[in-house]
């Protein structure tokens, strides 16, 4: 007997971050019931974001454009890369008008116990870039964890060994150990900016 599609849409929603059973029958149910396009509109969007987004090249944001639109921006100052854990902090941290740089998205955090090595993330790309002629300051903008800080001191010793003369900088603390930078409100992103610690580049 062929399983009931209610069932298998409500199983494969299960599967989504954070919904478990219940919610993926619940959501289920609601999807079948739906009026209007919303159904198709929102399968149609899954697929469009399989097929259509790829992360940038140069920067790993996820992209329609080769490179992004950041990337691509002429009037980004390019002399800073600011590096993040996931593409959600940077859009959170691109909702302050005061970040003008470009960004580096290393896609997760060094963890041993997930299994999680350097080779795992994005972080060639960044050493790459790194090298290239230019760059002034790199800011760790990952998050106040144990792995955040770990993967951070990570990033601040291969840059070190891969260019010298380049300042790298981490976000001011006062940020509460545990907090996610996604989650944080403008202002505190800003603060965290603005206040960054580490030695700035000289200003001429
Ligand atoms: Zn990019």
């Given at each position: 007997?062929?399983?009931?599609?209610?069932?298998?849409?409500?199983?494969?929603?299960?599967?989504?971050?954070?919904?478990?059973?219940?919610?993926?029958?619940?959501?289920?149910?609601?999807l079948?019931?739906?009026?209007?396009?919303?159904?198709?509109?929102?399968?149609?969007?899954?697929?469009?974001?399989?097929?259509?987004?790829?992360?940038?090249?140069?920067?790993?944001?996820?992209?329609?454009?080769?490179?992004c639109?950041?990337?691509?921006?002429?009037?980004?100052?390019?002399?800073?890369?600011?590096?993040?854990?996931?593409?959600?902090?940077?859009?959170?941290?691109?909702?302050?008008?005061?970040?003008?740089?470009?960004?580096h998205?290393?896609?997760?955090?060094?963890?041993?116990?997930?299994?999680?090595?350097?080779?795992?993330?994005?972080?060639?790309?960044?050493?790459?870039?790194?090298?290239?002629?230019?760059?002034?300051?790199?800011?760790?903008?990952?998050?106040?964890?144990?792995?955040?800080?770990?993967?951070?001191a990570?990033?601040?010793?291969?840059?070190?060994?891969?260019?010298?003369?380049?300042?790298?900088?981490?976000?001011?603390?006062?940020?509460?150990?545990?907090?996610?930078?996604?989650?944080?409100?403008?202002?505190?992103?800003?603060?965290?900016?603005?206040?960054r610690?580490?030695?700035?580049?000289?200003?001429?």
């Amino acid at each position: 007997v062929k399983e009931n599609p209610l069932d298998t849409l409500a199983k494969l929603l299960a599967k989504l971050p954070g919904i478990g059973e219940k919610t993926g029958a619940r959501l289920a149910y609601f999807l079948w019931r739906a009026q209007g396009k919303y159904p198709e509109d929102l399968a149609r969007a899954i697929l469009e974001v399989k097929e259509k987004v790829t992360p940038c090249p140069v920067c790993g944001k996820p992209a329609t454009t080769d490179p992004c639109e950041i990337c691509r921006d002429t009037d980004r100052d390019r002399t800073i890369i600011m590096v993040v854990e996931e593409p959600q902090d940077l859009a959170a941290i691109e909702k302050i008008s005061a970040y003008h740089g470009t960004y580096h998205v290393i896609g997760g955090v060094l963890s041993p116990v997930a299994g999680v090595g350097p080779e795992d993330l994005n972080i060639r790309g960044l050493l790459d870039r790194v090298k290239a002629t230019g760059l002034k300051e790199v800011i760790l903008a990952t998050n106040p964890s144990v792995e955040g800080d770990a993967t951070a001191a990570f990033l601040e010793e291969e840059i070190g060994k891969a260019a010298q003369n380049i300042s790298v900088t981490r976000l001011a603390r006062g940020i509460p150990v545990g907090s996610k930078i996604k989650y944080m409100d403008p202002a505190s992103i800003e603060h965290a900016v603005a206040s960054r610690t580490g030695k700035l580049p000289d200003t001429d």
